[in-house]
């Protein structure tokens, strides 16, 4: 079992800066792939960014070269650097936990989720 703990967020205007945490605990946190997705009101969860355990990283077309996902395994932690930021990337955003090896452009490979956190971008 993993628990993940989120922090961050909250409202900021277009052009600015937020960092979101998310700290993992109850399983071995390096082997796992550490996804961010979020969901705007309406709409589905959609994939933002995810870092593998190898460090590899990919993103969403519509915040790459604005967001940078990175994780400190010291910690247990995975963070999301977000710059730039929009009225479009106003929305809840979660952190989620994928086995190795897994498709993590497929939410359905995630096992474990963190409670959301809201983003709301004001222009």
């Known amino acids: 079992q993993m628990r993940l703990v989120q922090s961050g967020g909250g409202l900021v205007q277009a052009g600015g800066s937020l960092t979101l945490s998310c700290t993992a605990s109850?399983?071995?946190?390096?082997?796992?792939?550490m996804g961010w997705y979020r969901q705007a009101p309406g709409k589905q969860r959609d994939l933002v960014a995810y870092?593998?355990?190898?460090?590899?990283?990919n993103y969403a077309a519509s915040v790459k070269g604005r967001f940078t996902v990175s994780r400190d395994n010291a910690k247990n932690t995975v963070y999301l650097q977000m710059n730039s930021l929009k009225p479009e990337d106003t929305a809840v955003y979660y952190c989620a936990a994928a086995p190795p090896y897994s498709d993590y452009d497929d939410q359905n490979e995630y096992d474990y989720w963190g409670q959301g956190t809201q983003v709301t971008v004001s222009s």
């Open positions: 109850g399983t071995v946190f390096e082997n796992n792939a």
């Open positions: 870092i593998t355990s190898f460090g590899d990283t």
